[in-house]
């Protein structure tokens, strides 16, 4: 069983900057990919950000936050980051942390953390 727990949500001011971190613990191996993605009220669930951890390189940035956003890991912390710079009140919404493994096949996913910009 893997375990995501994401944090550092909060309210934000509009140009300003956030930082995500997602913590994974449990049995993490053969990791294809980690992620972080949005979803705001009403809308459906989209990608902010992807790194490929196996079976390639690579990062994958949505493109409403391209430019703005920047995925990294730190392996030996299990910790993945998000930064968003220059937010905007559209990048309100709840940031789901998402794992991938090759072991079983399955996606796990955080409980989200909530993000407010204000105008």
């Known amino acids: 069983q893997v375990q995501l727990v994401e944090s550092g949500g909060g309210l934000v001011q509009a140009g300003g900057s956030l930082r995500l971190s997602c913590q994974a613990s449990g049995r993490i191996f053969s990791i294809a990919t980690m992620g972080w993605y949005r979803q705001a009220p009403g809308r459906s669930r989209e990608l902010v950000a992807q790194i490929r951890i196996s079976g390639g390189s690579g990062t994958t940035y949505g493109d409403s936050v391209k430019g703005r956003v920047t995925i990294s890991r730190d392996a030996a912390k299990n910790t993945l980051y998000l930064q968003l710079n220059s937010v905007k009140p559209e990048d309100t919404a709840s940031y789901y942390c998402?794992?991938?493994?090759?072991?079983?096949?399955?996606?796990?996913w955080g409980q989200g953390t909530q993000v407010t910009v204000s105008a």
């Open positions: 998402n794992m991938f493994l090759y072991a079983d096949g399955r996606s796990y």
